[in-house]
Structure formats: structure tokens, C-alpha cells
């Protein structure tokens, strides 16, 4: 009984880390433009509510994010989580890249880079990164 209870609490720790990590992801792509705004940050906090609809802290767990994003200069630590999800899920991470990135109205240069990178990253085919672009353009 002790043990199921301790591998309960791994769990809950696994998923609040894996969590932490796709908002550090998300908070990154957010950063880029050096514009973090608050509606970012809603598009967020409803991504990881969406991810992991058991979650209750999502403050506290994008206030954790945001730190490690700070602290953190490369973003492949926070892909890993994202490339053990489900196909629908990692579109759903990518719909919200999008939709942070083109939050403002535009995507500079370095924010198609990022998503050219994050792509290759996550095994993602640059057809479904065009189409899931113009899914979020359309949708505005």
C-alpha cells in the first residue's frame, strides 16, 4: 500500500516536470520577439490545462517555467517531453506555437526559424508545420 502511494507521487512529480517543460517550451517561443505578453501567457496556461486536465497549479507551474526558460540557453531539454507525445498532441503544441507567434499579428524571421528547428526536433514534417500555420492564420 505504502509503495502504490509513493508511485502515485512520481507520477503526479513526472507530470507536473513534463509540464513545466512544454510551458518552457511554449514561454520560449513566446520570448523570441522579445514581446512576453499576457495574452501569451493565457494561450499558454490553456494549453497545459488542455495537455493536462488534471493540473491545478497552472500558475505556479508557468511561474516555475518561466524561471527555468530564464535560466536554460537551449531548448532541446524542453522538446524531449514534447517528442514522447502523441501525434495529436505534439499538433496541439504546435498550433500554440503558432498561435503565440502570430499573437501580434506577424512572424519574424526568428520565430520561423524556431519552428523550423522545433519541426526537426519533434519529427514533424515542414508540411504539417505549413498547414498547421495556415490552420491558426485562418482561425484568427
Avoid at 5 to 31: G, M, Q, R, Y
Avoid at 65 to 72: F, R, V
Avoid at 85 to 102: M, Q
Wanted: aromatic share 8%; with cysteine.
Amino acid at each position: 500500500m505504502i509503495f502504490k502511494f509513493f508511485k502515485n507521487n512520481n507520477e503526479k512529480n513526472d507530470t507536473n516536470e513534463e509540464s513545466i517543460n512544454i510551458a518552457c517550451l511554449l514561454i520560449h517561443a513566446a520570448k523570441i520577439d522579445e514581446n512576453y505578453t499576457s495574452e501569451e501567457k493565457e494561450i499558454i496556461k490553456k494549453t497545459v490545462k488542455k495537455l493536462y486536465p488534471d493540473l491545478d497549479n497552472l500558475d505556479d507551474i508557468v511561474s516555475k517555467a518561466e524561471q527555468k526558460e530564464n535560466d536554460s540557453n537551449h531548448i532541446q531539454a524542453f522538446t524531449s517531453d514534447v517528442k514522447s507525445l502523441s501525434f495529436e498532441n505534439k499538433i496541439i503544441i504546435v498550433e500554440t506555437l503558432w498561435r503565440i507567434i502570430l499573437s501580434d499579428g506577424k512572424s519574424d524571421i526568428y520565430e520561423n526559424n524556431l519552428m523550423r528547428r522545433l519541426a526537426g526536433l519533434l519529427y514533424l514534417d515542414d508540411k504539417i508545420l505549413g498547414e498547421t500555420k495556415v490552420k491558426v492564420l485562418n482561425n484568427k
